[in-house]
């Protein structure tokens, strides 16, 4: 009995005596709808987009959660472009590279060793370095830019 008991919530006094004829009054947290065990997140808000209150390490109680969404952006934008990548490598190979192996497995390390995977990682460090500055600004207040916008639409969409 004793075992369950810690289970419960615990009751004052005059809830016991019958003096007072109400329930017991606790305050709950909100729970979280994606894992539902688990309280919300508090620096998550209902109207960012794609919320479901997933956040069970609960890192955005210590990182920004701007600088958080600014890297889920980019990063899924980079991981865009290697599959687009990666496709093309396996269709179509360029006539001027007449040594590449068909196959994505060989062609990383035939790039390795021929060069290419430097000029892609020179590439990615001069992007990060570039869009730097725009990402303090947000961080620091000093924009109102959105976390992955950078005005940047040579189509007009």
Same mark, same amino acid.
């Given at each position: 009995?004793?075992?369950?008991?810690?289970?419960?919530?615990? =009751?004052?006094?005059?809830? =016991?005596?019958?003096?007072?004829?109400?329930?017991? /009054?606790?305050?709950?947290?909100?729970?979280?709808?994606?894992?539902?065990?688990?309280?919300?997140? #508090?620096? =998550?808000?209902?109207?960012?987009?794609?919320?479901?209150?997933?956040? @069970?390490?609960?890192?955005?109680?210590?990182?920004?959660?701007?600088?958080?969404?600014?890297?889920?952006?980019?990063?899924?934008?980079?991981?865009?472009?290697?599959? =687009?990548?990666?496709?093309?490598?396996?269709?179509?190979?360029?006539?001027?590279?007449?040594?590449?192996?068909? %196959?994505?497995?060989?062609?990383?390390?035939?790039?390795? #060793?021929?060069?290419?995977?430097?000029?892609?990682?020179?590439?990615?460090?001069?992007?990060?370095?570039?869009?730097? @500055?725009?990402?303090?600004?947000?961080?620091?207040?000093?924009?109102? /830019?959105?976390?992955?916008?950078?005005?940047?639409?040579? %189509?007009?969409?």
């Amino acid at each position: 009995m004793a075992f369950v008991s810690s289970f419960t919530p615990t =009751l004052s006094r005059t809830v =016991l005596s019958g003096n007072v004829c109400s329930a017991p /009054r606790f305050s709950m947290m909100a729970k979280s709808p994606s894992v539902p065990f688990m309280d919300a997140p #508090e620096a =998550l808000s209902e109207d960012m987009p794609g919320y479901v209150g997933f956040d @069970p390490m609960n890192l955005s109680a210590y990182i920004d959660i701007k600088w958080m969404q600014e890297a889920e952006i980019k990063h899924g934008r980079v991981c865009m472009l290697a599959i =687009l990548g990666l496709v093309v490598a396996e269709l179509y190979t360029f006539p001027f590279y007449t040594g590449a192996p068909h %196959l994505a497995i060989n062609r990383h390390n035939w790039g390795v #060793e021929n060069g290419s995977m430097e000029q892609i990682l020179l590439w990615c460090s001069f992007f990060e370095i570039m869009t730097m @500055p725009a990402v303090f600004q947000m961080l620091s207040g000093k924009s109102d /830019r959105a976390p992955g916008d950078f005005c940047f639409d040579p %189509l007009g969409l």
